[in-house]
């Protein structure tokens, strides 16, 4: 599985754009990029997954670079309630086998939404 | 849909007690995997099943067994329990195909 590397912490004011980047330069062709978030004592929360274009969904968007290296999620208008630690993910294709099912979770970027 | 339930939501034990996690899950999903998380770290994968009947390990499986005998259930069982084992253990989800994976609430249990 292809590691990643995040910051360990940003702040980002309420109401503003929050930009989480996220560096994965060992992944592979077929390797999807998760997102995933963990708002204090829950179970993580899925968000957003991509391959190589870039995607929206309600809750954020996610930019992935040309070459694949790295990639952003992008939470356009944060709120208190987006304080969490968010985790990037990199992972084969969904299907059957083993090695699909596994989240590899690092430490994560403790996003705190400042008031 | 309850979605993945997990309990008990606290529990301590003495060290070399055993217990077992219950996870069970309403949505028919194939996948479910067993996660833990220790103070400032990610999740790492203990085991994971792909169907009833079929099991595997994940990063650290020592010290805990599972079994699916049924699409719904997943339960962790902790064999003899260690202070090393103190974590918040996670149950989650997934159909075979799907990209989301649903989480329950976790587990926190304390080994002293």
């Known amino acids: 599985d292809a590691k990643t590397t995040q910051p360990t912490s940003m702040d980002c004011a309420e109401g503003r754009a929050a930009n989480l980047p996220c560096n994965h330069s060992t992944i592979s062709g077929n390797e999807y990029v998760y997102w995933y978030r963990q708002i204090h004592s829950q179970g993580p929360q899925y968000i957003i997954h991509?391959?190589?274009n870039n995607e929206t969904n309600e809750m954020a968007s996610l930019i992935i670079t040309e070459d694949r290296k790295s990639s952003t999620l992008i939470l356009p208008h944060a709120t208190l309630r987006d304080t969490a630690v968010y985790y990037c993910?990199?992972?084969?294709?969904?299907?059957?086998?083993?090695?699909?099912?596994?989240?590899?979770f690092g430490t994560g970027t403790l996003l705190a939404v400042q008031p | 849909n309850a979605g993945v339930t997990q309990t008990p939501k606290f529990q301590v034990l003495k060290t070399g007690q055993s217990m077992t996690l219950q996870c069970a899950q309403d949505m028919n999903h194939e996948y479910m995997s067993w996660y833990r998380q220790d103070p400032g770290m990610g999740l790492r994968l203990i085991h994971y099943s792909v169907g009833a009947g079929i099991t595997d390990q994940g990063e650290v499986p020592n010290g805990y067994n599972v079994s699916r005998s049924t699409t719904e259930d997943f339960p962790l069982r902790l064999l003899s329990a260690a202070p090393s084992q103190t974590s918040v253990y996670f149950c989650?989800?997934?159909?075979?195909?799907?990209?989301?994976?649903?989480f329950g609430p976790g587990t926190r249990l304390t080994v002293t």
């Open positions: 993910i990199v992972r084969p294709p969904r299907g059957y086998g083993g090695a699909t099912n596994k989240l590899i």
């Open positions: 989650a989800s997934r159909t075979g195909t799907g990209a989301e994976q649903y």
């Open positions: 991509g391959l190589k």
